[in-house]
């Protein structure tokens, strides 16, 4: 199997990448816009061993040394960056033009990915611009970003932007036996995280709970039993602030279904799993509740931007959710 058909969706793409290979037609910089987790870091990895796989008639075959040690990421001529902290710096700007000075030591072409491009500061950013724009031959740059907005203007100017949707991943789950309704939410929702079935059913707690915050929030007793910072750690595991992102994203889309309950627009229903437990759900509240507690959703959120915890703020909005259903 090889690299590419490891990937979920992105046909399009990936037969874009081989043919420009092939006919030699491959830019050196390139920009992967689109959600977080949907496949364009893996994509960047599988190009990057396509250029240097050893049965290039099967590239990127997965199976050689070079693939091999690109999906280890041993290669010396496939470089992975990713902020330190919060922002990429001088210093790791600096390593790649070390590096670029030379040839490449190992393989055919030297790849750089740089995950997360949007966090290179103003003085890294500067420093790979001439860099970006007309490497070395022999050198490829993939930045990959879910915010390309947060990009510099001008490391976006000097870049191939090519855009990840879920639309594809959709299909490609249809088709794979074990497809049931739950995959579906993810792909729809347009919030990525579906590069392979594992992190599905990770992110299919998330949505649970998320079903069953709503539940407790239009509860008129006390206390059912929910332990919302058990089952926040259990659901989110240590996966930090992404994760807690997904679980408001996830309530946010199951409140827009019950809006589209409540307008007898079933056909429009995202969480279609989860139906029957959204209409009763949807008995309890009138679309004005309902964007109420969308907005306090979105607080919530931002309250995740200002570095505060996930087991502080769903407490809260949950609280505050069962004021606005009295
Ligand atoms: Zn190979």
């Known amino acids: 199997m090889s690299l590419f058909d490891q990937i979920l969706g992105h046909k399009q793409i990936k037969t874009f990448f081989t043919n420009a290979l092939q006919k030699e037609r491959l830019f050196s910089s390139y920009i992967f816009t689109g959600p977080e987790g949907i496949g364009k870091k893996k994509t960047a990895i599988a190009i990057a061993a396509m250029l240097n796989c050893e049965s290039p008639d099967n590239a990127p075959c997965g199976m050689c040394r070079s693939c091999l040690k690109i999906q280890e990421g041993t290669h010396v001529d496939v470089n992975l960056m990713a902020a330190e902290k919060d922002e990429i710096l001088a210093e790791q700007a600096e390593s790649v033009l070390d590096a670029i000075r030379f040839a490449p030591f190992e393989g055919k072409a030297r790849v750089f990915i740089i995950d997360n491009a949007h966090q290179l500061n103003p003085t890294s950013g500067n420093m790979l611009l001439k860099t970006l724009e007309e490497p070395p031959s022999g050198n490829y740059f993939f930045l990959i970003t879910s915010k390309p907005d947060s990009l510099l203007p001008t490391i976006r100017s000097r870049c191939q932007e090519v855009a990840f ?162």
């Open 165 to 326: 949707s879920g639309s594809g991943i959709l299909e490609a789950l249809m088709e794979s036996p074990d497809f049931d309704d739950s995959y579906y939410p993810w792909v729809k929702s347009g919030g990525g995280f579906v590069e392979d079935k594992s992190q599905l059913k990770a992110f299919t707690s998330i949505r649970q709970l998320a079903i069953r915050l709503l539940q407790e929030m239009i509860s008129p007793h006390r206390d059912s039993g929910l332990d919302l910072e058990d089952e926040l750690s259990e659901a989110l595991g240590n996966q930090g602030r992404e994760s807690a992102r997904i679980f408001f994203f996830q309530i946010e889309i199951l409140l827009r279904d019950i809006l589209a309950i409540i307008a007898n627009r079933d056909d429009a229903i995202i969480n279609r799993d989860m139906i029957s437990d959204l209409k009763k759900i949807s008995r309890r509240l009138t679309p004005d509740m309902v964007f109420e507690i969308i907005s306090l959703v979105k607080k919530g959120t931002n309250g995740l931007s200002y570095g505060i915890r996930i087991q502080h703020l769903a407490p809260v909005l949950l609280a505050e959710g069962k004021k606005v259903t009295l």
